[in-house]
């Protein structure tokens, strides 16, 4: 069964300043990996997405995140961060895609200072 | 985008009565919704997978009697929570899968409060 692992459940981090956001998965085969942004009370948009080919992932909002296979890990980052960002981010894998559910991270709350 | 629909988006209820949430693709047809629960500050879990025209696959713990789901079309799934009570108070988010593009959309999501 696949799980994810966002170990970091709150990070403050100032205006401007770059931001990381961890993800380790598990999963036997190649996995099929997400990141999605959640504003309090909205539902989930798709920041990026990763199933195969280049390990660096490029998304929206200036969100990249990076695939490495060794490390079983899938973090998210951005060079600078903007107060808009500050929401709630979630980690996610499925073993398929499209017609399987995705199996989600326990979330990393971003709040985002002067 | 393709774009999923949920209604209402917010709803209240009183303990003991049933609740109707609505999960439409607006501009694809969706063979696989799925639906998942989302306690606050918590993830989201995978609650069941509703298929067009045929029964829903539900998680472990998901009781299948309590949250009835309903796939009648190619672009409507829908939840019901009968009796509830307060601890089925959650925000409840679906997702469909557009067959055509093998690709997944989420709704906005319901808020169920139970009082």
């Known amino acids: 069964a696949q799980s994810v692992t966002q170990p970091d459940i709150h990070i403050t981090v100032s205006e401007g300043a770059s931001l990381e956001l961890r993800c380790n998965y598990s999963?036997?085969?190649?996995?099929?990996l997400f990141w999605y942004v959640q504003s309090p009370g909205q539902g989930l948009q798709l920041l990026l997405k990763?199933?195969?080919?280049?390990?660096l992932v490029q998304g929206i909002k200036g969100f990249e995140a990076e695939f490495k296979r060794s490390q079983s890990s899938f973090n998210l980052r951005k060079p600078s961060v903007h107060w808009s960002d500050a929401a709630e981010y979630f980690c996610?894998?499925?073993?398929?895609?499209?017609?399987?559910?995705?199996?989600f991270g326990k979330g990393t709350r971003l709040s985002v200072i002067a | 985008g393709a774009v999923v629909s949920q209604h209402p988006s917010r709803v209240i209820c009183k303990s003991g009565t049933s609740v109707k949430i609505e999960c439409r693709s607006l501009?694809?047809?969706?063979?696989?919704m799925f639906w998942y629960r989302q306690f606050p500050k918590q993830s989201l879990m995978l609650m069941a997978t509703?298929?067009?025209?045929?029964?829903?696959?539900?998680e472990q713990g998901v009781e299948k009697d309590k949250f009835l789901i309903n796939h009648a079309s190619l672009t409507l799934s829908t939840l019901t929570v009968t009796s509830a009570h307060p601890e089925d108070s959650s925000f409840y988010i679906c997702?469909?899968?557009?067959?055509?593009?093998?690709?997944?959309?989420f709704g906005p999501g319901t808020r169920l409060t139970v009082t």
């Open positions: 501009d694809f047809q969706a063979t696989t």
């Open positions: 509703s298929n067009e025209g045929s029964k829903a696959t539900y």
């Open positions: 997702s469909a899968r557009d067959r055509g593009v093998d690709e997944q959309y």
């Open positions: 999963y036997g085969a190649t996995p099929y």
């Open positions: 990763y199933f195969s080919g280049d390990t």
């Open positions: 996610a894998v499925a073993s398929a895609w499209g017609n399987t559910p995705l199996v």
